[in-house]
């Protein structure tokens, strides 16, 4: 059976662009129960049409019985029948029933009732159905049902963007981790298994991510037993990747002994990258080598592709002070406390700060939720909000000329917490690495930038896209989302200008006074005692840029932030050019990989990340017989379908690929090599 329902009673909330990935893999209908938990503003609708930020819309229902335990009793058809809101122009609804919190199913009691329901006065008539012969009768009577855009946020469980913060740093590291494997099997393989494509290793990696998604493990809110497996197990998965990266790589890279950099983020690349290089490789002119045996080079490499370390020829070198570090592009400057006092832009004579106001700085609260203790973050966390601002000690790591590092050091209670500043020279953004002993109990730890900034919303990386969001609370539901999830940044632009925080594994924000706060720690006791307490290290960074997210270059930089470049030795003549690029610096190609059937063919997939329309040539390393577009399950899609108008592909040579799409459309081709 292919299933046309998406049914997923159970999870926290629902991005913008789910719409458009259900339809692109097959499905026409959606349930979740979930928003009835909503706490502040009750959903408008149980029926509606959920449109997506690239338009795609799904016929939805949220069951009015607002449980997925039914037990079919008088009192729950009652309530039924009372609440449901589209009952002027629908009289369908799905009552899911059943012990389904836990595995079990429906009860000889519970059947009873339905069939003594079926045709009972005074309540409404119950039939056992499938979801299919449902959707398509509500379908059908509800021509018309109200639309529904953006995303679904849920108003409550905000916890669950941050509690159990390996879980989902490792799963992050997975995605990557395997995505660069894929990427570079291809290159260094093609795409069959005969030539030495690892299909059946990627198959079985992804798979093995991919269940540690369920909704209690990527959230965090199941017990720690679960946790502590689910950490073994990602760092077991991305081993495995990088296993397959590295014999692609070895594959790919002729013998010597210069110093080679693989970029595996789909953007180019001109800039001071730290790494640590192999055993006997011959570094670059001009290389740094940090206090932590890391090395600072300079590189100049398309997305995807790799090749030389080079001399950073004609690049100004990066100068530290007393209380000061400097580029000549930015200019960061802290006090006494280990504090920033200001972010000045030296390129567009702009303060990043608000006037009087410091920046970097963690905050703690406490973190009692009402009720759910990994799930919640409850709003009056922000009473008892207090600044961490007396510093230990404050150390110049290294003083340039490629790479300038300052660390911060304070404690708190049992905690400790090192923040290492870090400016390279030639660069915009700038990043803190933080390496954290977290022995905090039930409390909140958040870092807080007050950008001097004026704009009424932030725009915030989802799945394939961005969503906009305000950072005012005119109404209930501004209110509700004090705090939000976003993926690696959110931007706050107004006219001309804009400053965008990013990391590499987190996920809770807050925006609402004008601030942008990155939440980083949780310290919950229930379900899983002492959750997240222990050594933490991860990287977030200020990004202050002309113009929007569009020219400020926030997605690119996000994406480099997040795939950081992997050293290797070799001897390469000239850049080894990846299995495909796009020209367009707003269509990202997101995977390249060998089809699922074993044919031989490669699965490109790419989206519009701008929001706007857009049309590209992708360029291959090898020469392109045929190119189809597909759906999400690699299937052709039928040429006047509406998926396929909106974006599409036209093959113009043997290794050109013309495409054009509308605002954050996904489009999947199958290409079959020559």
């Known amino acids: 059976v292919t299933c046309r329902e998406v049914w997923i009673p159970d999870v926290f909330g629902y991005p913008a662009s789910m719409p458009q990935i259900f339809s692109l893999a097959g ?46 009793d008088p009192g729950e058809l009652a309530k039924t029948s009372r609440v ?22 429906p009860t000889r009691e519970m059947l009873e009732r339905a069939r003594l329901a079926a045709d009972l006065e005074g309540a409404p008539r119950v039939v ?106 990602h760092t077991d998965i991305v081993a495995r990747a990088t296993a397959v990266r590295d014999a692609a790589l070895r594959a790919l890279v002729p013998a010597g002994d210069a110093l080679v950099i693989a970029n595996p983020a789909p953007h180019d690349r001109a800039e001071i990258v730290l790494v640590e290089p192999p055993s006997g490789v011959q570094l670059p002119d001009g290389a740094q080598v940090l206090a932590d045996g ?16 080079v001399e950073a020829a004609d690049v100004r070198p990066v100068t530290v002070g007393d209380d000061f570090i400097d580029n000549g592009l930015m200019r960061v400057v802290w006090d006494a406390d280990g504090l920033l006092t200001s ?45 961490l601002t007396t510093v230990d000690a404050i150390e110049v790591l290294d003083r340039g000329p490629l790479c300038a590092r300052v660390r911060f050091t304070r404690r708190d209670g049992d905690s400790t917490f090192a923040q290492t500043l ?58 509700a989302r004090f705090e939000i999830c976003a993926h690696r940044f959110v931007d706050k632009s107004e006219s001309g200008y804009g400053v965008a925080l990013l990391n590499d594994s987190k996920y809770g924000h807050d925006v609402l006074d004008g601030s942008l706060r990155l939440t980083l720690l949780k310290a919950a006791n229930y379900p899983a005692i002492g959750a997240d307490r222990g050594h933490h290290r991860f990287t977030y960074s200020l990004l202050a840029h002309a113009g929007d997210l569009r020219t400020g270059e926030v997605v690119q930089e996000g994406y480099r932030l997040n795939c950081p470049v ?74 006047d379908s509406e998926a396929a108008r909106a974006a599409t592909a036209e093959r113009i040579d043997a290794r050109t690929v013309h495409v054009a799409f509308r605002p954050f459309r996904i489009l999947t081709l199958r290409c079959r090599p020559a």
């Open 27 to 72: 499905a026409n209908a959606f349930l979740t129960q979930k928003m009835s938990w909503n706490r502040t503003n009750p959903f408008p609708h149980h029926s509606f049409e959920w449109e997506g930020i690239d338009g795609t819309s799904i016929f939805t229902h949220f069951p009015p019985v607002e449980t997925y335990n039914c037990e079919f």
């Open 84 to 105: 449901f809101r589209d009952q002027a122009r629908a009289s369908r609804s799905l009552a899911p029933f059943g012990y389904g919190d836990g595995g079990g199913g």
């Open 128 to 233: 056992i159905e499938s979801p299919e012969e449902f959707f398509a009768a509500a379908r059908a009577e509800y021509v018309d049902p109200p639309r529904w855009c953006g995303e679904l946020y849920l108003e409550m469980h905000r916890g669950t963007y941050t509690s159990q913060a390996k879980t989902k740093a490792g799963n992050r590291a997975g995605e990557l981790a395997l995505r660069a494997a894929e990427w570079w099997s291809v290159g260094a393989f093609g795409a069959t298994e005969a030539g030495g494509y690892p299909l059946a290793a990627l198959d079985r990696a992804w798979k093995d991510l991919l269940i540690l998604q369920f909704h209690d493990i990527l959230p965090g809110s199941s017990i720690g037993w679960v946790h502590r497996e689910t950490e073994v197990a």
């Open 294 to 309: 890391r090395v600072a080079v300079w590189i100049e490499i398309s997305g995807g592709a790799i090749g030389r370390a």
């Open 343 to 387: 972010i000045r832009d030296l390129e567009h004579d702009r303060e990043v700060l608000r006037p009087g106001e410091r920046g970097n700085v963690l905050e703690l609260s406490d973190d009692f939720p009402f009720e759910f203790d990994a799930w919640d973050i409850e709003a009056y966390y922000r009473n008892s909000r207090r600044a």
């Open 422 to 479: 870090v400016v390279r020279a030639a660069a915009r953004r700038i990043d803190v690495e933080c390496d954290i002993d977290w022995q905090a109990d039930e409390s909140l730890l958040k870092v807080a930038f007050p950008v001097d900034v004026h704009a009424d919303r932030v725009a915030c990386e989802i799945q394939f896209g961005h969503v906009f969001r305000p950072t005012h609370a005119n109404t209930s539901w501004d209110e």
């Open 566 to 639: 992997v050293p290797c030795a070799g001897a390469p003549d000239t850049e080894i050019v990846p299995p495909v690029r796009s020209d367009h610096p707003g269509v990202v190609v997101e995977a390249v990989k060998a089809a699922e059937d074993g044919s031989g063919d490669l699965i490109v997939r790419a989206y519009e990340a701008w929001g706007g329309r857009a049309e590209a040539r992708l360029v291959f390393d090898r020469d392109i017989a045929s190119v189809a577009v597909c759906d999400l399950l690699e299937d052709a899609l039928a040429p």
